[in-house]
Every structure is written in structure tokens, then in C-alpha cells.
């Protein structure tokens, strides 16, 4: 392999931390995966991960081949290369991790929030090649995004631009545990806001429903996933109720940035048309005339096991090239 033409892709999520060596046409090489709770410090974390990613930079032909390292973290700030109060990592406090780990590693390491290095990953790679304007979301646990004007990723005057989960659609609404606050898209958009739609719907209606079988603890969003395919009422209602509220939070970031796409990520998208249909009508009902019928809502073309690394990856050429 000659010439610079890899970089090291790292996405860190608060369970595991998937990293892997990725060639400028997005093409995944070698991977792999360690946790991320492990360590309760960021010294030894670092260094099992310099450990792994060795092996694979030994593959690829060597150190010198590596152009540079890209990672994706909630939280994650593309200034100054910290990790700033991340609630669901087991560090505290703000970590300069890009330092740590160019220190570490010997090579120019960029960072991001994950939101963000999926949308460049879209953007390089995905359903948003070509696109100047567009909006990425992550629908899984959370709902993380990452917006695209003019070309340009929005980083905001601090680092943090682009935060659309926390943005409050229902007013004193349902507390979310992370932050404290009441009413984020994040409390009912993501996978855990579909499991407490349910709960609450379970407890108000007298519906019949499939998942009045399941425990408390074992319902999710694919139990609820499992119930609609086949026709329950009350979990096709949970969907429609997720897709009206992602609709209406959707309709809002289209009339602020004008955008040629939304690009959905994530394990929710799973659910297909169960939570698109409704999106796009509440979507489109709620936007103004001049935004109507324009906005396109895509699923990522990424392979879910890469996509986190290839955009992490991505952050590495986006940088080269700025």
C-alpha cells in the first residue's frame, strides 16, 4: 500500500468503541471492537486501544502509511479536541482527547461529536454525496444530528452546533435523565422514547396489544417493532405518536436551514414505513407553503456495522482537504 491513503477511523459509544482502518474510497480494511466502560480513567483506556489498533496498523503496511485519526464521541468538541461532560461516558469532566491521543499515537487526530462525523460520512460516502445541504439524524438510543450548509459541517462559535435532540418539542413535557430538562425530541424520538411512549400507553389505554405479554423490562422498540408487523393497534399507535412528534421537530430544522435532504441513521430506522409515513405527513403538515413537498427524507445508503467508523474516517480527509 503506498502512499498516504488510509486513516483510522475510532466512533467511542458509552458501551463500546468500534475502531477501524478505512481507505480514501470508504473502503473498511480492518476492524475492530473493545468496551468502553472498561476503564474508569482515560490513560489506560487509550492505551488498550493504541494496543489493538496496532495489530491493524501493522496489516495495513505500517505506521507510515496513516494519514491522520478521526474520532467520533458524544460530546465531542472539533475546537479544541476535548470531550466535554459527556453523560453516558465513564469519564467526567472535560478530556483533551485529541491531545491524549496524538500524544499516544504520534499522528494528527481530529474529533467530533458522533452526529457530526456521521453526516461527513454521509456526505463522503452516503445518500448525501454531492449535497451542500442536508441534515443527518441518528435515531438509536438518542437522537443525535449534525447539519450541512453550503457544504460546511455547523460547528457553532463553541463546538457544539447542531444539538436537534435536546431541542424541546413538548413544553413541561417528559423529563429526560441525562439532562434534567423536560420536552426534548430525544425523549420520545429515540429508541428509549419509544419504550416510555409505550409504558405511558400501556398504563392510560385498556387496548388489547401483544405487549401487554412482555415484562417491563424486556420491552423495547423492536418488541414494539415485532407487535405492529403484525397489526397490533397499540404498537403501530406508539409509532405513529414517534413519527408525528419526529415530523413536527423535523418541519422546524427545515424552515431554520432550507435543506435538500434529512438523512435518517440509526436502529429506529429499522421500523421503515411504521415511522417514516407518519414523519413525512406530520413532516409535511407542519411546514409553511414555501417549504412544502421539497425536502427529501432519505435512509443513510451506510452499512450500519461501518458507518460509525467511516465517519470518524471521514473527519481525517475532510480535514486534509479544508
Known amino acids: 500500500m503506498s502512499g498516504k491513503k488510509i486513516a483510522i477511523g475510532i466512533d467511542i459509544g458509552g458501551t463500546g468503541t ?44 505500517g505506521i507510515d502509511q ?31 482527547l485529541a491531545k491524549l491521543m496524538s500524544e499516544k499515537f504520534k499522528l494528527p487526530v481530529t474529533l467530533t461529536n458522533d452526529a457530526n462525523a456521521a453526516a461527513i460520512g454521509e456526505m463522503m460516502y452516503g445518500a448525501a454525496k454531492g ?14 444530528s449534525g447539519i450541512v450548509a453550503n457544504g460546511q459541517l455547523i460547528y457553532g462559535h463553541d463546538g457544539f452546533a447542531g444539538e436537534l435532540g435536546h431541542t424541546i418539542v413538548i413544553p413541561d413535557g417528559r423529563i429526560h435523565e441525562g439532562t434534567g430538562k ?9 429508541a428509549t422514547g419509544v419504550r416510555l411512549t409505550s409504558l405511558e400507553l400501556l398504563e392510560k ?20 417493532y415485532n407487535a405492529a408487523i403484525k397489526g397490533d393497534k397499540l404498537a403501530l399507535e406508539i409509532f405513529e405518536y414517534t413519527g408525528k412528534i419526529l415530523g413536527l421537530a423535523l418541519a422546524n430544522a427545515v424552515m431554520f436551514s432550507s435543506p435538500e435532504a434529512i438523512i435518517l441513521f440509526g436502529g429506529l430506522t429499522k421500523a421503515g414505513d411504521l415511522i417514516l409515513k407518519p414523519t413525512r ?23 450500519e456495522s461501518d458507518a460509525a467508523i467511516l465517519g470518524a474516517s471521514a473527519l481525517v480527509w475532510e480535514n486534509k482537504s479544508n
Not at 474510497?25 to 475492530?32: M, R
Not at 389505554?205 to 414494539?224: C, M, Q
Open 66 to 96: 496513516i494519514i491522520g485519526v478521526g474520532v467520533g464521541a458524544p460530546n465531542g468538541n472539533f475546537y479544541s479536541g476535548t470531550i466535554e461532560y459527556a453523560p453516558n461516558l465513564p469519564w467526567k469532566g472535560i478530556i483533551p
Open 182 to 190: 423536560r420536552g426534548s425530541l430525544e425523549s420520545y424520538a429515540s
Open 205 to 224: 389505554s385498556k387496548e388489547d396489544s401483544l405487549l401487554r405479554n412482555i415484562s417491563k423490562e424486556d420491552l423495547d422498540s423492536k418488541t414494539v
Open 18 to 61: 468500534k475502531y477501524g482502518i478505512v481507505d480514501r474510497d470508504g473502503n473498511v480494511l480492518f476492524s475492530g471492537e473493545m468496551s468502553t466502560k472498561k476503564h474508569k480513567e482515560i490513560e489506560p483506556y487509550i492505551d488498550e486501544l493504541y494496543v489493538h489498533l496496532l495489530e491493524l496498523i501493522d496489516k495495513a503496511g
Open 281 to 303: 405527513k406530520s413532516m409535511e403538515d407542519s411546514l409553511i407553503q414555501v417549504f412544502q413537498d421539497k425536502v427529501k427524507i432519505l435512509i443513510s445508503h451506510l452499512k
Open 131 to 144: 449535497m451542500k445541504d442536508f441534515i443527518m439524524i441518528t435515531l438509536g438510543t438518542g437522537v443525535g
